[in-house]
C-alpha cells in the first residue's frame, strides 16, 4: 500500500499501488539488471503485500519496431482510423494502457553501447504516442511537451560494465542510458524518477561486489 499524493495536503488517499516492471535485458539468470528488479519486487512485496505487479518483457522477446503503417496511424485523428491502423496500433494501444493502469514502473536494463539495449528503444517507439502518453501544448508542433501519464513514479535500475557515468564523473558525457530514459518519462508527465545503477561489471572482484552491496542495500531501503 502506498499513499498517493493528488496535490492536496488534506486529501492523501490510500491506495493499492500497481506496479509494472520491464525488464530489456537479453540475458536470463545472468543478468544483474534482472537480478536487480528481482531484487526491488521482493522487497517491495515484502512492505507493501496487497500492491500488485505486471510483467513486460522487452528483452528477451523483443516487442516489434514501428513501421511505416505505424506512423501513418500513429499520427492520425483518432475518429479516422480505419480497421488496418487499428491492427498496426494494437500492441502499442496494450502497451500504453499497461503504462496509464500502473501507478509506479521499474525498468531494469543494461548500458549497451553507452545508451540502452534496442529492444528497449522499439518499446519506447511504441509508447512514445501522440494524444496518448504526450501532446504539444498548443494541439500543433509547438516544441512545449505536455505529459499525459500523472501521478506516476519511475526506478531505472540499471547494469554497466565500467563506472563513472554518474553527474561530474569523468564518463558522464557518455551516458546515454539513464539520462534518455528520464528525459522521455519526463517527457510523459513522470517527473518522479529514481536511478538505481550498478557499475564495474566488466571488471568483477571486489569493485563489482563493492557496488553490488551499495547497489543492493539502495534497493532493500526503498520505500
Ligand atoms: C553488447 C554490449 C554492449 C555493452 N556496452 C557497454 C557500454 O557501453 N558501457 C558499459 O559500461 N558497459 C557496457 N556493456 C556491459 C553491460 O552494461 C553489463 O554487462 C551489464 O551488466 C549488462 O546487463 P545485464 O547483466 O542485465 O545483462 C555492454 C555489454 C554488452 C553485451
Known amino acids: 500500500m502506498k499513499t498517493k ?20 535485458s537479453p540475458r536470463g539468470h545472468r543478468s544483474h ?14 512492505r507493501y503485500p496487497d500492491d500488485s505487479f ?16 505505424w506512423i501513418a496511424a500513429a499520427f492520425k485523428d483518432k475518429a479516422t482510423l ?7 496500433l494494437k500492441l502499442s494501444n496494450e502497451l500504453v494502457n499497461e503504462l496509464k493502469n500502473a501507478d509506479l514502473f521499474v525498468i531494469g536494463t543494461p548500458m549497451y553501447n ?9 518499446y519506447i517507439d511504441q509508447i512514445m504516442r501522440i494524444n496518448e502518453t504526450w501532446k504539444f501544448r498548443s494541439g500543433e508542433p509547438d516544441g512545449d511537451y505536455v ?17 563513472g557515468y554518474n553527474k561530474g564523473e569523468t564518463n558522464e558525457y557518455m551516458n546515454f542510458q539513464t539520462t534518455y530514459l528520464k528525459t522521455v518519462f519526463n517527457i510523459m508527465g513522470v517527473s518522479d524518477v529514481e536511478i538505481i ?16 552491496r551499495e547497489i543492493n542495500q539502495r534497493i532493500l531501503q526503498i520505500r
Open 82 to 88: 480505419n480497421p488496418e491502423d487499428e491492427k498496426v
Open 197 to 212: 545503477s550498478l557499475d564495474n561489471e566488466e571488471y568483477g572482484g571486489e569493485r563489482f561486489a563493492k557496488s553490488q
Open 5 to 24: 499524493n493528488t496535490g492536496n495536503i488534506f486529501d492523501l488517499k490510500f491506495i493499492m499501488a500497481k506496479i509494472l516492471v520491464i525488464n530489456a
Open 54 to 69: 505486471t510483467n513486460r518483457e522487452v528483452g528477451q522477446t523483443p516487442v516489434p519496431h514501428i513501421t511505416e503503417n
Open 147 to 163: 505529459g499525459l501519464l500523472e501521478n506516476k513514479k519511475l526506478y531505472i535500475l540499471s547494469s554497466r560494465g565500467d563506472s
Open 33 to 46: 539488471s534482472r537480478a536487480l528488479t528481482g531484487l526491488f519486487i521482493k522487497t517491495w512485496q515484502t
Open 114 to 122: 553507452w545508451g540502452i539495449p534496442s529492444g528497449l528503444k522499439a
